[in-house]
């Protein structure tokens, strides 16, 4: 599982990621996309553009940049996000420890296979992996507060994953606790 690229995460070649969408962030980073604009100190490498994304996980058509991907120039990208990984089972994923907390922001409806459809409704569920181990949070308890302040509980399955979040065209803020 990989990590997800934000906007000001370096490169192994000791530049950063200078262009993301502001359509989608994460804990308030904009989060960063195939073609987005990375810097590169070494000469020559210049105009630099992430040039990997996750195919089955998109943002307004392009691919979301993880951790590891390169860039035009041959650098690698590292994640400075440790709480948010992307795995191939579900529409995101998290790695966390019981006893946390974290807050994700979606402004555009989910391309991912799983989810709905519909263009106009935002589908979302997670998988809660261990922020050290990261194993799936199996059977855990979690609660999810919601934009308007509802909170929903659930347990994870033995994969780790929530229960599918549904909201109806509108941006929603929303922050996960784990039981700890």
Do not use: N
């Not at 370096?10 to 502001?22: D, L, R």
């Not at 307004?60 to 400075?80: F, Q, R």
């Not at 589908?123 to 809660?128: A, K, N, P, Q, S």
């Not at 194993?135 to 399955?157: C, S």
Request: proline letters at 5%; hydrophobic letters at 35%; glycine letters at 12%.
């Amino acid at each position: 599982m990989r990590r997800v690229i934000r906007l000001g995460d370096p490169t192994t070649h000791g530049g950063h990621v200078v262009q993301a969408t502001e359509r989608y962030t994460m804990d308030g980073v904009p989060v960063a996309r195939m073609g987005d604009h990375c810097t590169c100190p070494i000469p020559g490498h210049a105009g630099c553009v992430i040039v990997e994304g996750d195919p089955d996980w998109t943002i307004d058509g392009k691919p979301v940049a993880l951790e590891g991907h390169l860039t035009s120039c041959g650098a690698a990208l590292i994640s400075t996000f440790g709480r948010l990984e992307r795995s191939r089972e579900s529409v995101g994923s998290m790695g966390m420890s019981q006893g946390s907390a974290v807050t994700l922001e979606r402004e555009h409806p989910a391309t991912h296979s799983e989810v709905a459809s519909d263009p106009l409704e935002y589908d979302d569920h997670y998988i809660l992996l261990c922020g050290e181990s990261h194993k799936p949070l199996a059977h855990i308890e979690y609660a999810v507060q919601r934009a308007d302040g509802t909170i929903e509980h659930g347990v994870t399955d033995e994969s780790g994953r929530t229960h599918l979040l549904v909201t109806a065209a509108e941006q929603e803020h929303i922050s996960i606790f784990v039981e700890g």
